[in-house]
């Protein structure tokens, strides 16, 4: 070891304890301000998870560019993997049919379980998010247990990123369309309806089940990618 | 302070030591992972965020609710999460198909010397 | 409602050259068109109201997100716009891919939202989103070096928004709000707490990363010096910009003044040194980037609102010639297949007319050379500042310039020998197009002067002198360098490496927090 | 109380994974992390963010990047299908490649992993990283993207034309699968022995035959980055040489 890496080690051991330090002893002196019972108050868009109103409502213009971080990921790794393809045939010479049966098992539950946490995202705890990842993990899986090859004969990359695209556009103009109605752009414009109950809260299921699809099917497309450059670094 | 903002302010200086102190690029972006997964702890667990109860209910919320927006904060921070440890491996996989090494110190040797190279031939000129 | 329809749109766009690759370059182009056109619009009724706000969905601005359009983010977008429509006439013989379109619109979107973003969660989800896109444009060609060094970028802005959020956690533990506003409202209302301190040096330190401070910025000038030639120009011409901005709008809540002049010297000082003894062009302009942005900074540690607004017409002025200076020195490379001083000079002939204009230009104008616009910009804030170490600094920076800038003078000698055998290179109508416009662009800004500062008074004498005093500076620089071209001076380039940079960035913090009194 | 039981495993897990030396205990350390995060969420009141992290933290990125990763304990190899070399019988993998490289694995305590693929992305695959080994009749007669290692078995190439087959003669080193349907577009083939062979049992049909007289032999090509790999297998081999034992396991499968 040279001696500048003792040093770099040393010093860095002393940065983070110092900073550390630093942030233990100020976080969480002084009272809090504000208050939490306005949050409740504001946030009656009528979806009974407020997590979800905030999400797709009151924030709605944050989520629409975190939604775009993760297509330009998607979009990166298409673009920078779909160069060649990969292997075709897969010869794994550790397979085991308990893990098949498992996958076919397991995939039609994970598939309904993240559109049940899209379509009753404003209800309870989910969201286009955690949906459209929770099914997504189900196709990884059975990525892992079946082979990739399974999952390639059906991967059509093209209509997928085709898929992707469209719903972002239709996402962006339910998101203008107030302004049609010179409302401030973004706002809710269907009624509220009757909270807990799966009709409510105007656009913000639509919203959800709009980005449940496009996490999916940009999802698929990484897992896709991945696996097809397994094993590279 | 709660024991989460304490497990989040050490998860973070554990993770950017690894940062400073390991050369191979996987370590490094696994540290990079663990550094934003520490902020999303810290976010939620701030003393006037935590709560007993979800912040979910039909009518009225319960006072013993916990606070909605820091949740709706670090959803978005974990999806943007995900966006750099997935494109910092496409790079790194891209460099080790040039290269043949995640080894952080030698990766900026090879690309020196390169570089150096490119720059001798413009001073003879 | 204009402000938040201008990143809308591009983000719109951006979808829609998803879903039609071939025809990707022309919605790319009707976007720049409609947000051209917003941009004037929202322009002229910030003109007239001094500020527009707006927050979006009706939301009382405690928890929704209040956009604000006042004069610096008027001024950012139509340096952006204006920057934007020459990346792609610029581009538009390439051809790019549509991934390139959709990239460049996402990036163009996000950075014309941060202008006026009044939120902190929301700036943080912008710059992200900023760093992910410049991220894959920076290593779009796929070039060794174009990858390491935008990955770098990624590591050390990742880290940095690491720090950004965790400062953002401690705003709303404390206030309640991540409206910047509101923010300021409480931090009156409640004296000045500690925890303010620990905020402001947090998100200080977070934004610095990615604003071309030097040592917390070593991956900008690989990442800059290294990406695809429009990308260059758009990213030092006003995508660092935009952070500087957001360093702005904390200083106006946080009591960060000091820091902010110390780090600003010190990027000033050390980005002219490494520019100085850098002999690749493109890198060179990277370098001086950094110098410019401590330039701003000192201008903007002055503290008053007009010493604010003078640092923003600087950047302005400088986004118009560092993109010049880009463009140019990427044709005359693309032509001579380097970058390197030495390789152009040999191969002046052959350079495209264009090139050279647009060098000879970009360097009066980086040099301050009357009436172009570093002139104007430099009198801008001469004309606000009035503490003496400031100005002492802001001369030593320019003269910086003047001598790194000297390298360039033997590619615009009067020609000895007009050699036939050398065929000169060409521009297409596109690059004549973007760097005319740029052109345009450095002669005219001092047009524009009455509208930073009203009130400013400038008389003829005073102009005069100022004028006689950049010559000098000029010469100055031309003599500095004309010493220091026989004892070249290899710098040490070891500290660009991202070990020695998360490490810089924990020490900033450190070094900010207790500057700024926060270990009282 | 679960709850800081579970908060206070998180930085001993990290100090642990960031600061040994395997990187899938890294990657797996990060997962299981984030899994124990999850969890607190839920029992705090943030289902929401459970489910997120939970779904993206812990299992999206944590496979992408155990994909990532090279197996350490595995040896990868990658080839085109090709009988009596290395192909596939009722399942089970054979010929003097599988035994060769089965025994070679199970000497330096590694699995075998073996992946066909048609040549061109074979190599591909190779250079990228995406294997260790890339085998099925390769003659180190252009660089493969790889370290070659000595010759195992001597080898020589024939001319093979199909009837009115012209043009310039094209060197294969593909599959059997594609082998007739190559040889009537392209006309005529340089074919290696086992190549050849396999042409044979196929049918050769009107095809002509005629030996040219260049001397090869069979290699594998080693990763580039592997030199230590690509010496090992070397003494490997030559142990086996001097035992014999190649001549012995080349007519077992190739007669």
């Known amino acids: 070891m040279r001696p500048i890496d003792r040093l770099r080690i040393a010093a860095g051991a002393l940065a983070s304890a110092g900073f550390a330090a630093v942030l233990l002893l100020s976080i969480g002196r002084g009272e809090a301000g504000g208050e939490t019972a306005e949050v409740i108050r504001l946030t009656a868009t009528g979806a009974a998870n407020r997590v979800a109103s905030i999400v797709l409502d009151i924030r709605l213009y944050d989520t629409l560019f975190e939604l775009f971080a993760f297509s330009v990921a998607v979009l990166g790794v298409r673009r920078f993997l779909r160069r060649t393809a990969g292997p075709a045939v897969e010869e794994s010479l550790v397979e085991s049919h308990v893990v098949r049966r498992a996958a076919y098992v397991l995939l039609p539950p994970m598939l309904v379980l993240g559109a049940y946490l899209a379509c009753f995202g404003h209800l309870s705890p989910g969201g286009g998010f955690g949906g459209g990842a929770v099914a997504a993990t189900g196709v990884l899986l059975v990525s892992v247990a079946l082979g990739a090859d399974l999952l390639a004969q059906r991967f059509r990359d093209e209509r997928l990123e085709r898929l992707e695209a469209v719903v972002l556009v239709v996402l962006l103009i339910i998101a203008l369309i107030p302004a049609a109605w010179s409302r401030p752009l973004l706002a809710n414009l269907l009624p509220p309806g009757q909270p807990g109950s799966l009709l409510s809260a105007g656009t913000i299921p639509i919203y959800s089940v709009l980005i449940a699809l496009k996490v999916f099917a940009g999802a698929w497309a990484v897992v896709h990618f991945f696996v097809r450059h397994r094993g590279e670094v | 302070m709660t024991a989460g903002v304490v497990t989040a302010v050490l998860l973070f200086a554990i993770a950017a030591l690894a940062l400073i102190v390991r050369r191979d690029l996987v370590f490094k972006l696994v540290a990079l992972g663990l550094v934003n997964g520490s902020t999303v702890l810290l976010l939620v667990s701030l003393p006037r965020g935590i709560g007993s109860r979800p912040p979910i209910a039909a009518g009225a919320i319960p006072p013993t609710a916990a606070d909605p927006f820091p949740q709706a904060y670090v959803l978005a921070a974990i999806v943007i999460n995900f966006a750099v440890l997935a494109l910092a491996l496409v790079f790194v996989m891209m460099l080790v198909e040039r290269y043949h090494t995640t080894d952080a110190r030698r990766l900026e040797a090879l690309i020196r010397e390169e570089r150096e190279a490119a720059d001798a031939e413009g001073e003879d000129a | 409602m204009i402000a938040a329809l201008i990143p809308l749109l591009h983000l719109l766009t951006s979808a829609l050259c998803g879903v039609s690759g071939r025809m990707a370059r022309w919605v790319a182009a009707a976007s720049w068109a409609g947000s051209a056109g917003l941009i004037g619009l929202l322009a002229t009724k910030v003109v007239a109201a001094g500020e527009v706000r707006y927050t979006l969905g009706g939301w009382p601005n405690r928890w929704g997100i209040e956009l604000v359009a006042d004069e610096p983010a008027i001024a950012l977008l139509a340096l952006l716009g204006l920057l934007h429509g020459c990346v792609y006439a610029f581009e538009w013989a390439g051809r790019r891919e549509a991934s390139f379109y959709v990239l460049l619109q996402v990036l163009v979107g996000a950075a014309a939202a941060l202008t006026v973003s009044h939120d902190l969660f929301n700036i943080y989800v912008l710059l992200e989103l900023m760093t992910l896109t410049s991220y894959l444009l920076v290593g779009f060609e796929r070039r060794p070096a174009q990858l390491w060094a935008s990955l770098k970028y990624l590591l050390l802005a990742s880290f940095g928004m690491g720090l950004f959020l965790v400062g953002g956690a401690v705003v709303y533990e404390h206030a309640g709000t991540m409206n910047l506003g509101e923010l300021a409202a409480v931090i009156r209302a409640a004296g000045d707490p500690p925890w303010v301190r620990l905020a402001g040096a947090l998100l200080l330190t977070g934004v610095g990363v990615k604003s071309g401070i030097f040592v917390l910025s070593l991956w900008l000038p690989t990442a800059h010096a290294s990406a695809p030639l429009a990308i260059s120009a758009l990213l030092s011409g006003v995508v660092v910009k935009m952070s500087v901005l957001e360093i702005l709008r904390l200083a106006a809540i946080f009591p960060l003044a000091p820091a902010i002049w110390v780090l600003g010297a010190i990027t000033g000082v050390l980005g002219a040194v490494y520019a100085l003894f850098e002999r690749d062009i493109k890198r060179m302009l990277a370098y001086h980037t950094l110098s410019q942005i401590g330039y701003a900074l000192l201008a903007l540690a002055g503290g008053s609102p007009a010493a604010a607004i003078a640092a923003v017409a600087y950047l302005v002025a400088h986004g118009l010639f560092k993109a010049l200076l880009f463009l140019g020195t990427g044709l005359a490379a693309r032509h001579v297949g380097s970058a390197h001083i030495g390789r152009l000079v040999a191969a002046r002939d052959a350079l495209p007319r264009t090139a050279v204009l647009a060098l000879f230009v970009g360097t009066l104008g980086i040099i301050g050379w009357p009436p172009l616009d570093g002139f104007w910009a430099k009198e801008l804030i001469g004309a606000c500042c009035d503490s003496m170490a400031t100005r002492v600094m802001l001369t030593v920076l320019a003269l910086g310039t003047a001598a790194s800038f000297a390298k360039l003078l033997p590619l615009f000698g009067v020609h000895r020998r007009e050699s036939d055998e050398c065929e000169r290179g060409t521009a297409n109508r596109g690059e004549m197009v973007a760097i005319g416009v740029l052109i345009a662009g450095v002669l005219f800004f001092g047009w524009s002067t009455p509208w930073w500062i009203s009130g400013l008074r400038l008389s003829a004498a005073k102009l005069m002198l100022d004028a006689g005093r950049a010559v000098l500076i000029a010469g100055a620089g031309w003599l500095t360098y004309a010493l220091l071209k026989k004892r070249w001076v290899a710098l040490p380039r070891a500290i660009f490496s991202t070990e020695e940079g998360v490490l810089a960035v924990l020490l900033v913090f450190l070094g900010v927090w207790l500057a700024i009194g926060g270990g009282a | ?255």
């Open chain 4, 1 to 255: 109380m679960s709850r800081t039981i579970l908060l206070a495993a998180v930085p001993v897990i990290a100090g642990y994974a960031l600061f040994q030396r395997r990187r899938w205990v890294a990657v797996l350390g990060m997962g299981l992390i984030s899994f124990l995060l999850a969890v607190v969420y839920a029992l705090q009141g943030a289902p929401d963010v459970a489910v997120a992290e939970a779904a993206i933290g812990a299992a999206l990125v944590t496979f992408i990047y155990v994909l990532a990763i090279r197996r350490t304990g595995r040896l990868t190899v990658v080839a085109p299908e090709l009988s009596g070399l290395l192909f596939r019988q009722q399942g089970e993998l054979t010929g003097v490649e599988s035994e060769l490289l089965g025994r070679f694995a199970r000497e330096i305590g590694l699995d075998l992993t073996v992946r066909f693929a048609p040549y061109d992305e074979a190599a591909d695959t190779l250079r990228r990283g995406g294997a260790d080994i890339l085998a099925g009749g390769m003659v180190a007669d252009v660089p493969h993207g790889g370290l070659p290692t000595e010759p195992y078995l001597p080898t020589r190439f024939y001319l093979v034309a199909a009837e009115g087959g012209a043009g310039e003669p094209m060197r294969y080193r593909d599959e059997e699968r594609t082998l007739r349907a190559t040889l009537s577009s392209r006309g005529r083939l340089e074919l290696d022995l086992v190549r050849l062979l396999a042409l044979t049992r196929i049918g050769l049909g009107s095809a002509q035959v005629a030996p040219m007289d260049e001397e090869a032999g069979y290699v594998f090509i080693v990763h580039a980055g592997r030199p230590d790999l690509q010496d090992r297998l070397n003494r490997f081999l030559d142990r086996l040489r001097e035992a014999d034992e190649l001549r012995a396991m080349a007519e077992r499968h190739l007669g």
